[in-house]
């Protein structure tokens, strides 16, 4: 089967690289993880990731801390998992490039988006660290600006969950999970399938976002040839 789309902006939430220790990076973990990512480039894709930093540190959840900067922490172990993700895909023998929207040129480049661009069309996979580089935006409203800035053909978010619900499943056996879905529904039911600046803006910008579940990692290839897994927003 074709790919569906060939330049993917794929975003990866902190928790997805602590497996099943709950916290920090299992190794074993982001190489199962990265196992699909190099399918998907061998078959022709152009990948970017953008990582989250839940594993490690939640500027929203830091109680009385000045936010601006619990979320600079919140940035730095961005990066963490960034190089974690970098390390395991290099183990597949691919060509990686970190860049960081905070300057740190000991350990990764800074964030230009032509260069970010140029590695993509040489077949590079680029990490994207530190979200948005500013306080007070999520890392989803990071993959959403760049997945714009690189003019990816989707957003991939991949999380604990299989789709989008209308109301926790873990709370709630009953609920529906949604096949598709607009961003204005997304929008004025405040699912949370994302923070609203990121849905307002994927909708401004004309961007699809698939959820699904990163619990079988091969949900990536899956997504990537436009199968049905998980909910497209669009």
Request: charged content about 25%; some cysteine; overall charge neutral.
């Amino acid at each position: 089967m074709e790919l569906k789309y060939k330049r993917i902006l794929l975003k990866l939430s902190g928790e997805a690289l602590s497996g099943s220790v709950g916290h920090g990076i299992d190794f074993d973990t982001v190489v199962k993880i990265c196992r699909p990512i190099k399918e998907v480039v061998d078959l022709g894709a152009q990948v970017a990731v953008v990582v989250g930093g839940g594993n490690f540190w939640r500027g929203r959840s830091s109680g009385q801390m000045d936010r601006t900067r619990a979320d600079h922490m919140g940035m730095l172990a961005t990066v963490i998992n960034a190089l974690g993700v970098a390390d395991g895909l290099e183990q597949f023998g691919l060509d990686v490039r970190v860049q960081t929207a905070i300057a740190m040129q000991e350990v990764a480049e800074p964030y230009i988006r032509n260069r970010a661009v140029r590695h993509l069309e040489k077949g590079r996979v680029v990490v994207f660290g530190c979200g948005t580089g500013n306080p007070f935006f999520s890392t989803d409203t990071g993959a959403a600006l760049r997945g714009a800035e690189i003019e990816a053909d989707v957003i991939l978010k991949a999380t604990m969950v299989d789709g989008v619900y209308d109301s926790d499943p873990k709370k709630n056996p009953g609920a529906k999970r949604y096949d598709t879905l607009s961003y204005m529904e997304v929008l004025s039911r405040n699912l949370g399938v994302m923070d609203m600046t990121a849905a307002s803006f994927c909708k401004d910008r004309g961007i699809p976002f698939l959820v699904f579940s990163i619990e079988d990692p091969e949900n990536i290839v899956r997504a990537a040839k436009g199968e049905k897994v998980g909910t497209l927003v669009q």
